[in-house]
Structures are given as structure tokens and as C-alpha cells.
């Protein structure tokens, strides 16, 4: 069997990973050449495992375990804080969630705070220490060398411009370096998939918006490696990321982003309408924490209109697969899923079926994507 993936984010590389450790013959079209413009780029690199959807729960478990061995992966464990009596109910909510799904989540465990969080304000903590994080694009390339290592080849620099089907099988058509066949086709584009999926005639409800996360210059007195931190009724999380502290905010009214704009990719000038929001973030961090940031990140990903991803096959296009609107936290365990399916039959989650909001308005889905973007953690995506 060879598959064409199109696509080689995190997304893409991990596919082509467990495709070829399962003996198939795997060819990897990236449109870039080098530096990777992709929302994995741009990614804080939280994996996080307990959601309050299953499916992605048991996703993310598969990840973590994927990730295991990389030297970009660490444990460090996850920690949510709450600063009413409201938080402190939902977190404790979520602990008893996760405790169900046997995962290792304690409330107001003893452990000290990481010291940039502002301790005054916390009244309760749930800790999760199965959760890890990564950098993303170093990550990205330690799944690749896996894969190319055990056989998968990786074409960069060239642009997919049409799918076809062909008497059993399916042809890619690159812009720059000719025809591809292959028995089946996973697109793996990221933000750009509702372009990639159009080739294969179908209109995907995915909507590109527009996200801060800011970077400090390296202050070791108050930051230290250590769990991933969210905020999540103040829609704020941060992490250390080395000597440094980074800090992002879902606190302010979604930016959706046009495909045109993404040509350059899912990085963009930095929005003035962020600063607002990063100030007001940053008031959770103890004084001595606070910054003035000295990189700014306009990230772009995708959002759906149920917060899910889209995994499976194109329903009218047999051999055609689509893994999008899968973040770092489930790209893993989205790929190992996909793989047993294509080679083994194994049937994929019924809640992320390509064709779930078929019938349904452009605009309508496109209102649903939107509306959720403030309460994104529910879903613990990044």
C-alpha cells in the first residue's frame, strides 16, 4: 500500500510515523522548505490529557504515550487555578473526571506553585500529573527523523494543486514536481484545510482564527521548569519555556482570519487588540513576573463547530482521509487512530466523522466555531 500524505506538521509527520512502522509505504508533501509556517510553529506546546469529551481524552492518552521517548517531551504535569468559590467548584468537577477516566488528578495537592503564578489570588488547585508539554516544532522534527528513518519520504517545497481519482488509485498533482500516485490520501494541512478539501469536493466547516501568546526575556529568579498553568475562568495559561516565561489569553472577542491572509502562513503581525487582554493576563502573575514582553506571537488555528476534529474518511471519495483541526495535544493519538484504520479496518470515533454538520449553514457553523473560541480549554486543545 502507499499512501500520499499532504501535510507535514505535527499532524502530518506523526501519521506518516505510524504508517510506516506498520509497513506501508509513505510519501509526505509539505509546501514549505525549511522553516515551517504552520500553527504548529506557533504552538505553546501544553499536552494535556483530561477533556470533558471522552474521545479526545483517549486521544490525548495515545499522544502522550507517542511523545514518550522524544527529548522535546516532558512530564511536567498540568496545574488549573481557581480564584472564586465558582472556579474552585468547577475544578473540582474536573478532578473527579479525570480520577473516572484513571488518570492521576489531585485537589490542593501541597506541592508549591510554580513561583510566577500570584499566590494571593489562587484559592484552589487541581493538579494533573499525568499531563506533559513539548516544544512543538522541535517535536515536529524528532517525529519526522522517525519516519524518515524507517522509510517515509518527505517532499518539501512543493504545493498540492489537485486529488484525482484514477481506476484504483488516486493521483496528486504538485505544482512543481509533477504527479503522485497512491492507493490512498491523507490531507493534513492545518489551517489550510478547508483548501486541500475542496480539491476532493468537499466544503469543510473549519474556521482560521487569530491567537496571543507573548514571551518574556529570560528571568530565571522567577521562572523555573514546571507544570503547564491555566487560568481557565480567566481564559489565561502560561508556562516556563527554559529561562523564560509565556503567557496566552482567550479573554477577548474572536478574530477569524481569512484563507487569504494565511499565504504566509499561520504567524501574523502582531494585532493591537491583544494588548488589552495579555495586560489583564499578566495581573495573575506575581508582580515580580510581570513583563514587558519581548516576543509577540499572532498564532493561527483552526476551529470547529463543536470544538472537535474532523478524523476520518471523505465519505464520497473512497481512499481519501482528512486529520484536521488536531492540535499538538491529539495529533499523536489522532494519527495512531487514522493508521489502524487505513490499514487495519479499525473504525474511527463516530464523533469526528468528516460529514457530521453535512445539511447544515455555512454561516451558522462558521457563528457555533466562533462562539466557542472563548471557552477553548473546555476542550484542553493546545
Do not use: C, K
Not at 70 to 78: D, L, Q, R, T, W
Not at 106 to 121: A, I, K
Not at 126 to 139: K, S
Not at 226 to 254: K, Q
Amino acid at each position: 500500500m502507499h499512501v500520499v500524505v499532504i501535510g507535514a506538521g505535527i499532524v502530518g509527520v506523526s501519521v506518516a510515523r505510524e504508517l510506516v512502522t506498520r509497513g506501508v509505504h509513505v510519501t509526505v508533501l509539505e509546501r514549505d522548505r525549511g522553516a515551517q509556517r504552520g500553527s504548529t510553529a506557533f504552538a505553546p506546546g501544553f499536552v494535556g490529557i483530561y477533556n470533558d469529551a471522552p474521545v479526545l481524552t483517549e486521544l490525548a492518552r495515545a499522544s502522550v504515550d507517542a511523545y514518550r521517548d522524544m527529548a522535546s517531551f516532558s512530564p511536567s504535569g498540568g496545574l488549573e487555578l481557581a480564584t472564586t468559590p465558582e472556579g474552585a467548584d468547577a475544578l473540582t468537577q474536573r478532578v473527579e473526571g479525570a480520577r473516572r477516566a484513571g488518570l492521576a488528578a489531585t485537589m490542593n495537592d501541597p506541592r508549591p506553585l510554580p513561583s510566577f503564578v500570584d499566590e494571593q489570588r489562587v484559592i484552589a488547585v487541581a493538579r494533573y500529573d499525568d499531563d506533559g508539554v513539548t516544544t512543538p516544532h522541535l517535536l515536529r522534527g524528532e517525529v519526522r527523523t522517525v519516519a524518515e528513518a524507517a522509510g517515509a519520504r518527505f517532499v518539501d517545497g512543493t504545493e498540492v494543486v489537485g486529488i484525482h481519482s484514477e481506476p484504483g488509485r488516486w493521483r496528486v498533482d504538485t505544482a512543481d514536481h509533477g504527479a503522485h500516485t497512491a492507493d490512498q490520501v491523507v490531507l493534513a494541512g492545518g489551517v489550510w484545510g478547508p483548501g486541500l478539501s475542496r480539491l476532493v469536493d468537499v466544503e469543510l466547516p473549519l474556521v482560521p482564527v487569530a491567537h496571543p501568546y507573548v514571551y518574556a526575556a529570560a528571568q530565571a529568579p522567577v521562572v523555573a521548569p514546571g507544570p503547564f498553568v491555566r487560568w481557565p475562568e480567566h481564559h489565561v495559561y502560561a508556562r516556563a519555556h527554559g529561562d523564560t516565561l509565556g503567557i496566552g489569553s482567550y479573554d477577548h472577542h474572536p478574530l477569524p482570519v481569512d484563507e487569504d491572509d494565511l499565504r504566509g502562513g499561520a504567524g501574523l503581525s502582531w494585532n493591537t487588540a491583544f494588548e488589552a487582554p495579555i495586560d489583564e493576563a499578566q495581573r495573575l502573575l506575581r508582580p515580580a513576573a510581570r513583563f514587558t514582553p519581548s516576543h509577540r506571537v499572532n498564532g493561527v488555528f483552526a476551529m470547529t463547530p463543536d470544538n472537535l476534529p474532523f478524523l476520518g474518511a471523505v465519505p464520497d471519495a473512497a481512499g481519501v482521509w482528512i486529520a484536521q483541526a488536531i492540535w499538538v495535544t491529539h495529533a499523536g493519538g489522532s494519527a495512531r487512530a487514522l493508521a489502524a484504520a487505513i490499514v487495519d479496518s479499525v473504525a474511527l470515533p463516530a464523533e469526528l466523522t468528516v460529514d457530521r454538520f453535512a445539511g447544515e449553514s455555512a454561516d451558522g457553523l462558521r457563528a457555533s466555531a466562533l462562539r466557542l473560541y472563548r471557552d477553548i480549554y473546555a476542550n484542553d486543545a493546545i
